[in-house]
């Protein structure tokens, strides 16, 4: 079985005072939270408070993006040991905000990917297509090019580690969610690529979160699709209720 996984993106929000008020508050709501992996990814300024919070509960950490070398002169960049110094067990790989403003591709995706997981990182690898690109019939097209070259050359223990996130980028930040039948639809696709590349099992033990406009009071329809085992939230992670909501939401 495949168990649900949501992870709070909180993008480029919260101070470091900011970060500790609201990992304190999900923290003190779903620290013995088992039955769901919850999952919250501050800014890099706030992941070391931030880990000495939620250690020793249910809830874990992630990043939002990762360098793919081990260190040197890469001004700015992050690693993925820095990374596992201060108690990230996730990374977020190649979301569409990153490939639409500082110039992720498939390729840096896939070096990403791969040193994280040889470090030990567990990747959640975005895709999904623009609303041109649905409108020009291209969704299944642009998914199966993220998915193939993002995660081109993993080994099917590696595959078992990631989580994939479909994420259309109409839906991210507009409120316009996509239905449950659109997600469920790309989800239900997204295995069987998987499928054809590795084999049935694989298809079905890997999980697929669905992102965009996710809140509470869509979450269960979302949630009650087969292929969705979870989601990649933005906005509703900002604030503690809606988030906590989101998780409990899965319960139902
Ligand atoms: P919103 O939930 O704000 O639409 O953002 C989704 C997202 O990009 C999560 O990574």
Redesign the pocket.
């Known amino acids: 079985m495949r168990k649900v996984i949501i ?1 709070g ?1 909180w ?1 480029m929000n919260k101070t470091l005072s900011e970060s500790i008020e609201l990992a304190n508050l999900i923290k003190r709501s779903l620290y013995d939270m088992t039955e769901i992996e919850v999952v919250i990814c501050p800014p890099y300024t706030s992941l070391s408070d931030v880990s000495e919070i939620v250690r020793d509960s249910a809830v874990k950490l992630g990043a939002q993006d990762v360098h793919w070398e081990k260190e040197g002169a890469f001004t700015g960049e992050v690693s993925c040991s820095m990374l596992k110094s201060v108690g990230c067990e996730y990374v ?1 790989i190649g ?3 990153r490939r639409q403003f500082f110039g992720e591709t498939n390729e840096t995706v896939n070096k990403k990917a791969k040193a994280a997981l040889a470090a030990g990182l567990r990747p959640i690898v ?1 895709v999904g297509e623009k609303l041109g690109e649905r409108e020009e019939g291209k969704t299944f097209d642009v998914v199966k090019d993220h998915v193939e070259n993002s995660l081109a050359g993993l080994s099917k223990d590696e595959m078992l580690r990631v989580v994939i ?1 479909y ?1 259309p980028v109409w ?5 316009v ?1 996509a239905t449950k039948e659109q997600a469920e639809e790309v989800h239900a696709y997204i295995r069987r690529l998987l499928k054809k590349k590795y084999d049935d099992s694989t298809a079905r033990l890997v999980r697929i979160q669905y ?5 509470p009071d869509n979450i269960s329809q979302l949630i009650g699709q087969e292929d969705v085992d979870g ?7 900002l604030k503690a209720d809606s988030f906590i909501d989101i998780v409990k939401g899965c319960l139902k």
């Open positions: 992870a993106n993008k977020i979301h569409s905000e975005c996130a994420e839906a991210i930040g507009t409120g969610n992102g965009g406009s996710v809140k989601a990649l939230v933005g906005g509703a992670s």
